[in-house]
């Protein structure tokens, strides 16, 4: 809950900042949003297309979602390329990262590939990983999903996100963080999962 906490503070402070194309576009999508959110957001419109005398609206910055996205990975100290697709590849406490930005709408998607794997020939670790990923999907906030490589004969264990990247959250450079932050904590969840379903077969063991 804390998490979800943390994220309704957000939006209360951003939301007060969006100008009326930004809130048009959430009530748009109602679909993509919890319920407090979008209470707040048709407060905030039916307020900003019946402004008040003397009240000033939010000027809006020159700035594509790309060009923020890479201003704020500089602010992080994050160096950053290009993959073959044209998503932004960077590192952040020691993982690989990838950034999907489209500048057409104001989403931005996270992904962090292959940063577990599992050897196919090894059945039990298979069957477990694929039963603590439907738990923590279940419980979760960040993706948890596998690809097979066959090449290797691995399963190749991915987080991801997708997100709303206003520009007028504030502090998006903090917000990134938190979200990239979460990744970790899937991470965890997911081994102690796995953890909790080897135990159940050897109770007075401990998975490596």
């Given at each position: 809950?804390?998490?979800?906490?943390?994220?309704?503070?957000?939006?209360?402070?951003?939301?007060?900042?969006?100008?009326?194309?930004?809130?048009?576009?959430?009530?748009?999508f109602?679909?993509?949003?919890?319920?407090k959110?979008?209470?707040?957001?048709?407060?905030?419109?039916?307020?900003?297309?019946?402004?008040?005398?003397?009240?000033?609206e939010?000027?809006?910055v020159?700035?594509?979602?790309?060009?923020?996205?890479?201003?704020?990975?500089?602010?992080?100290?994050c160096?950053?390329?290009?993959?073959?697709?044209?998503?932004?590849?960077?590192?952040?406490?020691d993982?690989?990262?990838?950034?999907?930005?489209?500048?057409?709408?104001?989403?931005?998607?996270?992904?962090?590939?292959?940063?577990?794997?599992?050897?196919?020939?090894?059945?039990?670790?298979?069957?477990?990983?694929?039963?603590?990923?439907?738990?923590?999907?279940?419980?979760?906030?960040?993706?948890?999903?596998?690809?097979?490589?066959?090449?290797?004969?691995?399963?190749?264990?991915?987080?991801?996100?997708?997100?709303?990247?206003?520009?007028?959250?504030?502090?998006?450079?903090?917000?990134?963080?938190?979200?990239?932050?979460?990744?970790?904590?899937?991470?965890?969840?997911l081994?102690?999962k796995?953890?909790?379903?080897?135990e159940?077969?050897?109770?007075?063991?401990?998975?490596?």
């Amino acid at each position: 809950m804390e998490h979800q906490d943390k994220k309704l503070e957000i939006w209360k402070e951003a939301i007060p900042r969006m100008n009326e194309e930004d809130l048009e576009f959430i009530l748009d999508f109602p679909e993509c949003f919890e319920p407090k959110v979008l209470n707040m957001v048709k407060r905030r419109y039916d307020k900003i297309t019946k402004p008040e005398d003397g009240e000033e609206e939010y000027e809006k910055v020159e700035e594509t979602l790309k060009d923020a996205v890479l201003r704020i990975l500089r602010e992080m100290d994050c160096s950053y390329d290009f993959d073959e697709d044209g998503d932004i590849h960077f590192e952040y406490q020691d993982a690989d990262f990838y950034i999907t930005v489209d500048d057409n709408n104001q989403f931005i998607e996270i992904w962090n590939c292959g940063w577990k794997r599992v050897n196919l020939n090894d059945t039990n670790a298979v069957s477990k990983l694929k039963q603590a990923i439907s738990v923590a999907n279940f419980m979760g906030d960040i993706c948890i999903n596998y690809s097979i490589y066959k090449d290797t004969n691995e399963l190749a264990v991915n987080c991801g996100t997708r997100t709303l990247f206003f520009e007028h959250i504030p502090n998006r450079k903090g917000y990134l963080e938190y979200l990239l932050d979460r990744f970790f904590f899937a991470h965890q969840f997911l081994e102690y999962k796995m953890q909790q379903l080897y135990e159940k077969e050897h109770p007075n063991e401990r998975v490596n």
